[in-house]
């Protein structure tokens, strides 16, 4: 299992990150990355549903179906995606949302598949587990900037 985790404090509430994390605007910070899209009805809980589809060049043609496991409002969201087609793996995802004198410190962990075997692991190290956090990393200071402008 590789296991990839960024953090970044936003002068925001917890309440306005979270709202925006959860919401449609996400999408537009992602769009290089992934498409996301709720397909449950609202609000957002556990239980609630969504798709995710791969654009960028190493994941492209991935998709994923996700289902939100852990929920509680303003504090902290866990979605596990299962691999929809042969491409794609399974995640999870984890968000916290944790106040702070500025506003916010918002961790994404990712939790990921790699294949259980001494070549895995040095890809994971070499290659895999570094693009997930520069990701990663690209899409909270996009969120930064969106909430604090």
């Given amino acids: 299992m590789g296991k990839a985790t960024t953090s970044i404090e936003i002068e925001a509430s917890p309440e306005k990150v979270f709202d925006f994390v959860i919401g449609e605007k996400m999408n537009d910070l992602t769009k290089e ?6 397909t449950s009805a ?13 654009v960028h060049k190493h994941n ?6 996700a289902k939100a496991t852990e929920f509680v409002k ?11 087609n042969k491409r794609s793996h399974d995640e999870t995802l984890i968000y916290m949302f944790e106040p702070t004198v500025k506003g916010t410190r918002m961790t ?15 890809i994971d190290g070499l290659l895999v587990k570094n693009w997930v956090e520069k990701e990663n990393n690209k899409v909270m ?9």
Avoid: D, I
Wanted: hydrophobic fraction near 35%; glycine fraction near 12%; aromatic fraction near 12%.
């Fill in 141 to 149: 200071e996009n969120l930064k900037k969106a909430l604090e402008s």
């Fill in 74 to 84: 303003n504090k902290n969201l866990t979605m596990h995606l299962t691999g929809a």
């Fill in 42 to 54: 609202g609000p957002v809980g556990v239980g609630s549903t969504a798709h995710y589809v791969g």
């Fill in 33 to 38: 990355f992934y498409e996301c899209r709720w």
């Fill in 108 to 122: 994404l962990t990712m939790e990921y598949k790699m294949p259980y075997s001494v070549l895995g692991k040095l």
């Fill in 60 to 65: 492209k043609g991935e998709e994923w179906n």
